[in-house]
């Protein structure tokens, strides 16, 4: 794999470092430009203001998106709404609140015009790749892995409030993004599936951020070699990149794809124009890819596994490394443990969701495991096919068959072993997954309650391969398979008899069913002139993901409830910050009378800035070096506002999904460019910002903040909230989108 350290051409059909034309007007013959200028409603290109095609939203998501829409003036749905229920998660828990959720989403979609899927019917990628997809349109969804290129479809995942905009007929406004070239050659060898090419990718660029807030756009020979299916799995990862979008060429198999889901006319040739200019590439020859694991605790963490096999020992070791930075002192974990006669056991193995639960990998999961046993030991294969359609097609060509008798266990379509809510691994235990995430606690493990399993990602095919071995490590192509490639037939009638859909026409007569625990969002207070923070939670994890700051799994029954979630927020990451976030909300006697004493000291050092500080006012906030990898819940940032966040401080943020969220819900995204070491402020700490108001409002690029230590010192130093479109700017002054539409 080589990544280009410079920008490149693309001049009949390959990659060059020159062409006949400029930059300026190569960078107009890539696709990504004309499907985002084609979606662009500024009437200038560098400065974008996107109107989607659709937009689509899940049980976690769009309770809370649809109460801000109403918040905010919703009348109808001006475009396709697609409500999925694919994070059905733990209907037992919580009396009826789950199910709650489901009505409010049914009675919603016939009120205001919407589509409702209910559970297991679909998670909502496979869906929106069946039912919504088309070449050169664009969707947005309210979860992270949106992602449609391989279908030739750009499609981008944001938190909650950028839909509610889409809702209330506003647009998407981004700067124009660079644009990165995956120029694929070669043909991947049998056993290498999707997976195994999207963790060689996601290692290659994250920690280098080489294609942060850019769209991946694949091009070259190696496409018309991968199936559409193949191509889908590679997609859906390219998130984990924290790349904003993707899009691929199309062609015949795409357009076969299309055509077998009944829907032809969503087809169309997409290719770049010759000449196309890219801001970078990454050449993969597909020939030199092989089985891939990616170790916990992030895809990044990626090696062959013939390399993790040949040097166990030494891996598990740097394994043990990345867990003291992401749990301290709190857990002595290892997997050297699980080394059993020089191999790797693990104890579960899970294909599911948007990325394993595709119709080839489960196919080619039985083709390896015909005949096979897994065997009635700890090990258990669990596969979750990504929709009903699969589902059938799956039990008609005789492909459960194969893994029913093998040991297997087949589920329905449900997002669950994703986010930590379905098949948690046993208190120690290691799960290999065909699924999109590795993160620490995201199985559904609770470190604060001494529980603690981990997750691997690998390839559904030698995941296969490790169940036919029962259970120790294995790659797919140690065995000499006969892959039976077999045909998918999609029976459309499944989604008409279960699927509502409104055909856009609202009724408005309907009454939206509300449960007892879907709550309205809490008054937020507009940006004042001045503003004092209290450093509640100070984190110096490299990275810092949405799942940390606010867990997934259970605490998702109360998704509805603003107040409710709150509670979990950075639970698995410092159990106290709820605590102290909600005794400056509250105004606690203990934090007025810090406050006081803060106001003395800073009045006694700066006289000319007398009473500021008692005037000012008064949040929390927290500081991580990297925070918001990973999922688009704007949850990782409404739950530190109903805790009256106003800020968070960082080195840089992971994503632009987790900044965006912050800003819809009018925290102010402060960077602090020092780094981590020798910040001038600690937890426990204050920080005076005055004349934030007027930073904000008339665009001051940076703003001299003050920390006011437990020991009376005090130290100066320089936050900046970096670019910011005027209406970003307006929703801070409001205090959030809601106050700002009702403005």
Known sequence: MKLWDKGAYLVNGKLTDSASVSQAEGCKKTMAYSILQ??????????????????????????????????????????????TN???????VGGTINEDDHMFGLTCAQKFGGIYVPPHQAVIHQFAREMLAECGAMILGSDSHTRYGALGTMAIGEGGGELAKQLLNKTYDVAYPGVVAIYLTGTPVAGVG?????LAIIKAVFDNGYVKNKVMEFVGPGVANLSADFRIGVDVMTTETTCLSSIWTTDSKVEEWYAIHGRPSAYKELKPEDGAYYDGAIEINLDEIRPMIALPFHPSCAYTIDEVNKNLMDVLSETEKRAKVSFGDKVNFTLKNKVIDGKLYVDQGVIAGCA???FENICAAA??????DTGNGKFLLNIYPASMPVYQELLKNGAFSSLISAGAIVKTAFCGPCFGAGDTPANGALSIRHSTRNFPNREGSKIQNGQLSSVALMDARSIAATAANKGFLTAATEYDTEFSSKKYFFEKSIYEKRVYDSKGVSHPEVEIQFGPNIKDWPAMQPLSDDLLV?????????????????????????????LGLAEFTLSRKDPAYVGRAKAVRDMSDEIREEINNVAFTFDKAYPDMKGKVAGAGVGSTIFAVKPGDGSAREQAASCQRVLGAS????????????RSNLINWGM???????????????NDDYVFIPGVKKMIAEKLPSITAYAIKKDGKINSFELSVGDLTDDERKIILAGCLINFYRE
């Open 668 to 682: 102010l995204p402060f960077l602090y460019k020092d780094g981590d070491k020798n910040l001038p402020f600690a």
């Open 367 to 372: 083709d390896i495991l015909k005949g096979k």
């Open 194 to 198: 999707p997976q195994d090419v999207a």
């Open 86 to 92: 694919c994070h059905n998660s733990l209907c037992a």
């Open 647 to 658: 800020a968070n401080i960082a080195n840089e943020y992971a994503t632009k999904r987790y």
């Open 38 to 83: 084609k979606h662009n409603t500024s009437g200038d290109d560098s400065k974008l203001k996107i109107k989607f095609d659709k937009i689509t939203s899940h049980d976690i998501t769009y309770v809370g998106i649809i109460q801000t829409a109403r918040a905010s003036g919703l009348e109808k749905f001006p475009l396709p709404y697609v409500l």
């Open 534 to 562: 209290k450093v509640v939670s100070e984190i110096h994890d490299p990275v810092t993901t949405t799942d940390e700051l606010i867990p997934s799994g259970e605490t998702s029954s109360f998704r509805s409830n603003p």
């Open 356 to 358: 394993g639960g595709g």
